[in-house]
């Protein structure tokens, strides 16, 4: 794996978020994906969100499986912002609870369905805009704090709960 075989995969997994890009825009909704994680060239998890004639809007999933893009349920209810997936049955997906009083929300994939991950502390007013994966049960999230003047945080996941962690300023 050189550099020409890593422009080559970096290439191909563009192609394939142009392509969820069409297929969402084809089914007629207002709709956009804003992140995707491919940890292989036949797998794929693309995140965003669609926006409702009633102005109510919901998280899209859609998972790629080297041939076409197919919509997943969710969980819902959360904004979602990031998606890192380890390996096909391996994904977590991490937000922001705005029903709440904020903190990080994550959702988890199983190689099936999405679930409920779990949500950070109350309160603290945290904004996940970005999680990621290095392997599977661990994750980080980092964000901004809505309540201390939007100063960056990050959360870790340990395999239970999310963790806030305080050598970020």
Same mark, same amino acid.
């Given at each position: 794996?050189?550099?020409?075989?890593? &422009?080559?995969?970096?290439r191909?997994?563009l192609?394939?978020v142009a392509a969820?890009v069409?297929a969402a825009a084809?089914r +007629?909704?207002a709709?956009? !994906?804003?992140?995707?994680?491919c940890p292989?060239?036949t797998?794929?998890?693309a !995140?965003?969100?669609? !926006?409702?004639?009633?102005?109510? +809007? $919901?998280?899209?999933?859609?998972r790629?499986?080297g041939?076409q893009?197919? &919509?997943?349920? $969710?969980p819902?209810?959360?904004?979602m912002e990031?998606?890192?997936?380890t390996?096909?049955?391996?994904c977590?997906?991490?937000?922001?609870? $705005?029903?709440?009083?904020?903190?990080?929300?994550?959702?988890?994939?199983? +190689?099936?369905?999405?679930?409920?991950q779990?949500?950070?502390?109350?309160?603290t007013?945290? !904004?996940?805009d970005?999680v990621s994966?290095?392997?599977?049960?661990s994750?980080?999230?980092?964000?901004s704090?809505f309540?201390?003047?939007?100063?960056?945080?990050?959360?870790?996941?340990?395999?239970a709960?999310?963790? &806030?962690?305080e050598?970020?300023?």
């Open positions: 794996g050189g550099p020409r075989s890593r &422009r080559a995969m970096a191909k997994r192609a394939v969820a069409a084809v +007629g909704a709709a956009d !994906l804003a992140d995707v994680s292989a060239a797998f794929c998890m !995140l965003g969100g669609r !926006l409702h004639p009633d102005g109510s +809007g $919901t998280t899209l999933m859609e790629w499986d041939q893009w197919r &919509r997943l349920a $969710t819902g209810g959360r904004e990031s998606v890192s997936c390996g096909p049955a391996s977590v997906a991490a937000g922001s609870d $705005t029903a709440g009083d904020f903190g990080v929300w994550s959702e988890a994939w199983d +190689g099936s369905t999405w679930g409920i779990a949500s950070g502390d109350a309160g007013g945290e !904004l996940a970005a994966c290095p392997a599977s049960g994750c980080i999230v980092v964000g704090s309540f201390y003047d939007l100063a960056p945080t990050a959360e870790q996941w340990d395999g709960h999310w963790g &806030r962690d050598a970020v300023s």
